[in-house]
């Protein structure tokens, strides 16, 4: 069995949401001066990470996952690797390289985790029929 099934990958994109609102909303201040970016978009960001935790270890752990809530959290990474480059777009030119280069990668992380997801969901339908 490969690692890469959809409860593996959701419980790990759930552990990084967590660490993001742990990091960004108990650290707001030494990670906005790490990243070069406004407190409020720290803030903001952790925010958004641990609703998203929660929605995904609840999809982990039903014993028939929701293919619509698997694809919510695909669709969802997807807005966050957006925003990610959104924030790139307005906010590098004050930005530290160390900022720069984090947020860009979690955004191909992020969106690795979309195409995991998107392909567990897909597979749901097709274990339903089976």
Known sequence: MSIFNLK???????ITCIALFILCVFATATVAALLGLP????????WIGLP???????V???????????????VGNLGWVAASFGVLAIFAG???WLG??????QAIV?????????????????????
Request: charged share 10%; no cysteine; glycine share 4%.
């Open 8 to 14: 593996n990958i959701l419980i790990i994109d759930a």
């Open 39 to 46: 407190s409020d978009v720290v803030t903001v960001a952790g």
């Open 52 to 58: 998203s935790a929660l929605l995904m270890l609840f």
């Open 60 to 74: 982990a752990y039903q014993k028939a996952p929701s293919k619509g809530l698997a694809n919510l959290i695909a």
């Open 94 to 96: 004050q930005m530290t």
């Open 100 to 105: 720069i280069a984090i947020v860009a990668i």
């Open 110 to 130: 992020v969106l690795d985790f979309a195409i995991f997801e998107a392909k567990g969901a897909a597979a749901l339908s097709r274990l339903a029929t089976v």
